[in-house]
């Protein structure tokens, strides 16, 4: 039996009204559940609809959370995951996935404990939260911008539209998103909100992105797309980063689930410096058990030139690459190539470098990092610490996370906080 406060519509006596800022995945969880506590909600989009960036998640998939245990979740935010705890075991991943099979959307699990709707339609997730906010009489105004959001004597009072209207309310949820795919109407206007409260915003960046390389050969490569390799980040001979999985080159640099969950670990750094990344293009061979199968490659077409001696050995694309990058002349026959000539061309399979030189921009990020800082929110309720009355959910705070689901998670769980606590006596 699933506990009715969190599952269930439980009107109160004490009926406040509160006010959701942003029909993203969070305001419309946090509209969601301050309706189910009892409140008259209220919830402002500026967009035609609602859902806007999670009509786009996970490929239009809509990746809705992880099911692995708890403890892969913390592991998984990238910053302040601390702050989390309250609200992650107040609304776990179970609690998600029970959630939206309550709303009627039947889920899956793939590879990685990706949660997914069986449809594969992220519309559908769409659909069962929009279905649920009109059983709950949520008052929906789309195609309404919020200008602004007003105290009064350290307490939230209301919130300004563009047309200079004033609407009051007891308590305000802020959940305008970042500033990531800015098409979709996250344009920071949460930041702009906070700032003018009093709170700091920590720096603003993009995350979760692919990255640009310097190299000549970067054209040539695009469109390939590398699997199980090791891909590792170095600044000069620190390692930033290493993880095993699948890359793509794309016309400016790289992408794909290892660059861009790398890209959360080491986007500080690439704003100032470049940074090396490493690929061992053959990570289930050591040096030793390469240089055999060199051998053996070169045995098979002892005859042959260099060049027409290695098509096992990498995809069609990167072959011209890695004749030129050798240093040993393609035409030259491979029962010449000396033994230090063929152990040096090992090291460059294991060993294939770029230069990172810049992160790509919010219009490509998935999320932004960075946002309003922690420490100034109550991470049991998400209530601003400045201002009683007003709360923060999602992306707008200063969390985030990899790839897998892991940044939804963050959004439905801040959400619920919020959701749950608008509208009581502080």
Same mark, same amino acid.
């Given at each position: ?53 999670? *009509? ?26 601390? *702050?989390?705890?309250?609200? *992650? ?9 029970? *959630? ?6 039947? @889920? ?93 915003? @920590? ?46 080159? @794309? ?116 999320? @932004? ?58």
């Amino acid at each position: 039996m699933q506990n009715s406060s969190v599952f269930g519509k439980n009107k109160g006596k004490n009926m406040k009204k509160v006010i959701v800022a942003g029909g993203g995945a969070a305001g419309m969880m946090a509209a969601i559940f301050a309706a189910r506590n009892g409140h008259e909600v209220h919830l402002y989009e500026k967009n035609e609809k609602l859902g806007k960036k999670l *009509f786009i998640t996970g490929k239009g998939r809509c990746n809705l959370t992880n099911a692995s245990d708890m403890e892969v979740l913390f592991q998984s935010v990238v910053t302040n995951s601390k *702050f989390l705890y309250s609200s *992650f075991y107040a609304f776990t991943n179970d609690q998600t996935i029970a *959630f939206f099979e309550s709303l009627g959307l039947k @889920t899956k699990v793939e590879r990685g404990n990706r949660v997914f709707p069986v449809s594969d339609h992220s519309s559908d997730v769409i659909g069962a939260l929009s279905r649920e906010l009109k059983r709950l009489d949520v008052s929906i105004h789309l195609n309404t911008a919020v200008r602004s959001v007003k105290e009064k004597e350290g307490s939230f009072f209301a919130i300004e539209l563009e047309d200079k209207t004033l609407i009051k309310g007891d308590a305000c949820i802020i959940a305008t998103g970042g500033i990531s795919y800015p098409s979709t109407g996250s344009t920071g206007d949460g930041y702009r909100f906070a700032r003018e409260l009093g709170h700091q915003v @920590t720096k603003l960046m993009p995350s979760l992105v692919p990255m640009e390389v310097r190299e000549w050969f970067i054209p040539q490569l695009q469109g390939l797309s590398l699997r199980n390799v090791n891909a590792s980040i170095y600044d000069g001979k620190k390692k930033l980063y290493e993880e095993f999985g699948e890359m793509l080159f @794309t016309h400016y640099g790289v992408s794909g689930p290892l660059i861009i969950s790398a890209s959360s670990y080491v986007g500080n750094r690439l704003k100032d410096k470049e940074l090396q990344l490493v690929v061992d293009l053959k990570p289930a061979l050591s040096y030793e058990q390469l240089d055999h199968r060199i051998l053996r490659d070169f045995e098979e077409n002892r005859n042959k030139r260099f060049k027409n001696a290695i098509d096992k050995l990498f995809p069609a694309k990167l072959k011209p690459v890695m004749l030129d990058l050798s240093g040993i002349d393609p035409e030259k026959k491979v029962n010449e190539i000396s033994k230090m000539e063929r152990e040096a061309f090992g090291y460059l399979i294991k060993n294939f470098s770029m230069t990172l030189t810049n992160l790509r921009g919010f219009n490509e990020a998935i999320i @932004t990092k960075g946002g309003v800082k922690t420490k100034e929110i109550a991470p049991g309720t998400m209530e601003s610490k400045l201002v009683s009355g007003l709360y923060f959910a999602g992306e707008v705070l200063d969390l985030d996370a990899l790839t897998g689901g892991y940044n939804l998670q963050i959004a439905w769980s801040s959400a619920y906080a919020a959701g749950m606590h608008a509208g009581k006596a502080s």
